[in-house]
């Protein structure tokens, strides 16, 4: 029995997998800013759904950047508290099984690879749209390299533009994502953003298929941000196809599965 955990800025996501394929019933509740806390809730709920049984392994998406070790967080915008804090040896410990850390927009965009908009393409470009913006590029169903992790929120898109929460300036979530945009929206000029932010991952990535997330991507009119795209895109003689994501809130926890099974 495996478990998974997609742990966000917002919320918590647990739940099971049996036969190595399907989940079973979410549950979702509040992140708690305090680690402890946190920590003794995860092993309750863990606890409940196992009914006491063996978990073979664990796997957790996370909201940050982690260290090389992929046993704590560096930096996080969204769980500033958590930083530093031993967050695989505590897991392991409730848990008593190894855990598996990962950034959280790594793993959404290897379950979209696996099991869902990205299925049956050999290179996936996953780039959810958030609260900020993650991404990541997938290979044959793995995540591919990374010497620090994958971060195409933090692209610059205007030299100098908008103050980012990571302490840079210009960059793309801050044109795109939910926590920097305020009302009225000009939805127009955020698909171009975007756009713009997507032909620098084409000309980087080289990816079969772009694949959408996050819940921004609801009101970010998809027609605009292809046709803007086809105007940048100008080195290759077409552009990649472009889809929105199809698990939703389940595509971390699809992801581990799959980082479990590989
Ligand atoms: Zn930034």
Redesign the pocket.
Known sequence: MYLLLDIGGTNTRITLSSDGQTLTAIKTFPTEEDFETQIQLISRIAHELTGGQKIEAAAAGVAGILDKEKSLLLKSPHLDSWTYQPLKEELEQVLDCAVYLENDAHLGGLGESVYGAGKGYPIVAYITIGT?VGGVKIENQKIDGYSKGF?P??QIIIPEGNP??????G????YVAGSYLKEPIDWNKVAKYLAIGLNNTIVHWSPDIIVLGGSVMKSIPLDRVKAYLKKYLTIFSDCPQITLATLGDEGGLYGGLQYLKS
């Not at 960059?171 to 801050?174: G, K, N, R, S, Y």
């Open positions: 900020g971060e929120g933090h980012c929460n990571c302490g840079g300036k960059h793309l979530e801050t």
